[in-house]
């Protein structure tokens, strides 16, 4: 397939890539509406970000009434986890277990709304190194992007399957053959303390993967979708007060992210060049490091390729059970700082409580139910088994 022709005006690559299926899914509601709202969007340079930006650069909000900005950009999850409490933005991505410390630790009133992407991510080492699976990282310094990440989860969830600690010690102190101590660098930062060997991996979010893939010669030692099938990373969150303030404007804003995840899934190639670089310039990418992520599954690294999953996939529906999974991994899951409020955290009723689904599910009603997003249960397409094999 032909890259997409950038003119000087995105007004063209609209015409040229989302006209084409305009009204595909939802009708316009923007001629409805006589005052027009506005919706603040903020993210980080990451994949995670993807359902949010399409719907932008495809006009799927325009097309529901709403006016939004270009989203702004962030470095790190501090600093977006920071916006977002402080209302910069009213809505936005953010790692699983954030909205969880957020809730229940710091009594914030967040709500998470949809899942936002699939996979999406990997551990990452030297292509000169002798890791190739998580009993090889005794001993070793890995960098994760936050405390309170699906990252953090998965990779001490491997650990403890070979036996070996996880540590929170000084990049200089002396590591034990069963210990592995970890680090929080921002996204952007991985791929140059790898290079520098100021770490010895890292688990994040795509594309920095691919981007030590293609830049640096590195290699995926394991692609965490490959762990837990098509497990949850990042959510669509909002303040609870908004939603209760502006559920009409949160109600568009999701049928225009569920519109757009369906658009990615068909359209991986086109969705790569529009975040990139070459395109519209939400991440700062060139197409070949997000085609890497987009279009190719690699399955000759996957020890399960029976499950089917792609490097990123899109699905919008928060399964209850993987939520209830993510709050009991983080009773294990060592963090830097006090975690006791996790101690008397009653999974299920913290599940009822974080996650507000009617939006989502109106939303998906519209398209006709989950079969555009997944080969489910047609009887119970709202529930699921979780499957986890770190083997």
């Known amino acids: 397939m032909k890259d997409f ?3 000087n005006s995105r007004r063209h690559f609209l015409k040229t890539t989302g006209a084409l ?33 399409v719907a932008h650069g495809l006009g799927y909000f325009s097309d529901e009434g709403l006016k939004v900005d270009r989203p702004v950009m962030v470095r790190s999850w501090k600093v977006l986890t920071e916006s977002f409490l402080t209302g910069k933005f009213d809505l936005t991505h953010m790692l699983f277990p954030i909205p ?23 551990v990452t080492v030297r292509s000169d190194s002798d890791i190739y699976s998580f009993k090889d990282l005794g001993g070793k310094k890995l960098a994760v992007p936050s405390w309170y990440s699906m990252h953090n989860l998965i990779l001490q969830l491997g650990l403890r399957s070979q036996g070996l600690k996880t540590v929170i010690k000084p990049q200089s102190a002396r590591l034990a053959k069963d210990e592995v101590n970890l680090f929080i660098l921002a996204p952007p930062d991985m791929p140059t303390a790898l290079l520098g060997r100021k770490i010895d991996g890292f688990i994040v979010a795509e594309p920095f993967n691919a981007l030590a893939q293609i830049k640096l010669n590195a290699r995926i030692m394991r692609f965490t979708g490959d762990i837990w099938k098509n497990h949850p990373c990042c ?14 404007l949160v109600q568009k804003a999701m049928n225009a992210i569920v519109r757009a995840q369906a658009w990615c899934i068909k359209n991986p190639r086109e969705t790569a060049y529009l975040l990139s670089r070459d395109g519209e310039g939400y991440l700062p990418m060139p197409k070949n490091v997000l085609y890497q992520v987009f279009t190719n599954p690699e399955k000759n690294q996957l020890l399960h390729p029976q499950w089917n999953v792609s490097r990123i996939g899109f699905q919008p529906f928060p399964y209850p059970s993987a939520t209830q999974f993510i709050i009991d991994q983080m009773k294990q899951t060592l963090v830097e700082g006090n975690n006791d409020f996790l101690k008397s955290l009653d999974t299920m009723n913290a599940t009822d409580d974080l996650v507000e689904n009617k939006f989502v599910l109106k939303a998906l009603n519209e398209m006709g139910g989950m079969k555009k997003f997944c080969n489910c249960d047609i009887e119970q397409p709202y529930t699921r088994e979780e499957v986890i094999e770190v083997n």
């Open 21 to 53: 299926c305009s009204s595909m899914f939802f009708p316009s509601t923007g001629n409805i509406f006589a005052k027009t709202q506005t919706l603040r969007l903020g993210y980080l340079p990451i994949t995670d970000a993807t359902p949010l930006l």
């Open 100 to 122: 969880i410390w957020m809730r229940f630790k710091q009594n914030m009133p967040v709500k998470v709304l949809a899942w936002d992407h699939t996979n999406g991510s990997a």
């Open 5 to 7: 022709v950038k003119p």
């Open 235 to 248: 959510v669509i969150v909002a303040n609870e007060n908004f939603i209760k303030k502006s559920s009409l």
